[in-house]
């Protein structure tokens, strides 16, 4: 990667640990846990009560509210939005990952309408395999499960040099900042070529994904692999975060705040709360993740706080 300027997020950020939180998701599906939030309402209940607990970002999918099933129309970000806008000080991140079956023009348009403060964009294509998880249900609630899950067998998410660019395109002239999304360390390196044409602007908020079948492993050596390569493509100009998906979240995220790195929990990303214990709400992950935190003698980082190492526009010029 070509020198950029060194980009410095203030004495604010000093011993600050921003901690996402991933709403709902499109991977896991209503059998999976009665706690995952469906309805706008649920939707907007959980974002608000992880903001209470010390979520600084709430990185947000809508769903079909009668069956789960993922939704990536504006009307359904609609439904929710302005409620939690008006009721946190938190950021908003809105997916434009939106499920592996949407095409890209789909996946971005409740983005490129709404105008958040933050985005996510997925850096590359990838196996992405859920199949397995289809032999630990005897039945599923709604019809459309099942083949979701299966259908993955044969799947690929696309996310192609043309994909990302058409988002980059997009987005990034509402002021929009992206939370990049990193299954594997190519995809590193696919965000340093965006960095080296000039299509992306630093600092790089960087998370790295670990545990999805079809991206890189959770061995702590996998997680610091991510961090020495991503230190070595982009020096200073980058915030790493990290989410662990399923078991390995804390476990992950725990590393990530070792490491000076910030943390992303949420029940998109993993529905436990323990060996074998479902978690109830999102506020319960986050505060597993404040308590890693605080453990550590680390702070965790308000709104605000998180604007400024993020330098991420402000609450007020949304749209929404």
């Not at 190492?309 to 010029?317: A, E, M, R, V």
Request: hydrophobic share 40%.
């Amino acid at each position: 990667m070509s020198e950029t300027p060194r980009v410095s997020s203030g004495s604010m950020a000093k011993g600050k640990v921003v901690i996402t939180c991933a709403v709902t998701g499109a991977i896991h599906t209503p059998t999976m846990s009665p706690y995952l939030p469906i309805t706008p309402d649920q939707i907007a209940a959980e974002a608000l009560a992880a903001a209470e607990a010390g979520a600084a970002v709430l990185h947000l999918h809508a769903r079909d509210p009668e069956n789960g099933k993922p939704d990536q129309t504006p009307e359904a970000f609609g439904r929710f939005l302005p409620r939690i806008k008006q009721n946190t000080n938190a950021a908003i991140n809105i997916t434009t990952g939106g499920s592996p079956y949407m095409k890209v023009e789909e996946r971005v348009l409740p983005a490129a309408q709404f105008k958040p403060e933050v985005a996510s964009l997925n850096m590359g294509s990838i196996n992405f395999g859920l199949y397995h998880l289809v032999d630990k249900y005897d039945s599923f609630k709604f019809d459309w499960e099942r083949p979701h899950l299966e259908a993955t067998r044969d799947l690929v998410f696309r996310n192609s040099f043309q994909d990302i660019e058409y988002i980059l395109g997009t987005c990034y002239e509402n002021g929009t900042r992206f939370e990049f999304e990193c299954y594997d360390i190519a995809h590193l390196y696919n965000l340093a070529h965006f960095a080296d044409r000039g299509l992306v602007k630093p600092p790089f908020f960087v998370q790295s994904v670990f545990g999805l079948l079809g991206g890189i492993g959770t061995h702590p050596e996998d997680v610091l692999h991510m961090k020495r390569t991503a230190d070595r493509l982009f020096g200073d100009n980058f915030r790493w975060s990290v989410l662990g998906a399923g078991a390995s979240q804390l476990r992950i995220a725990a590393q990530s705040a070792a490491l000076g790195g910030n943390i992303r929990v949420g029940l998109e990303d993993s529905l436990w709360a323990g060996r074998g214990r479902l978690a109830k709400s999102n506020a319960e992950q986050v505060n597993l993740a404040r308590k890693i935190i605080e453990g550590l003698g680390l702070e965790v980082a308000t709104p605000d706080e998180a604007r400024q190492i993020l330098q991420l526009k402000g609450g007020d010029k949304v749209a929404f």
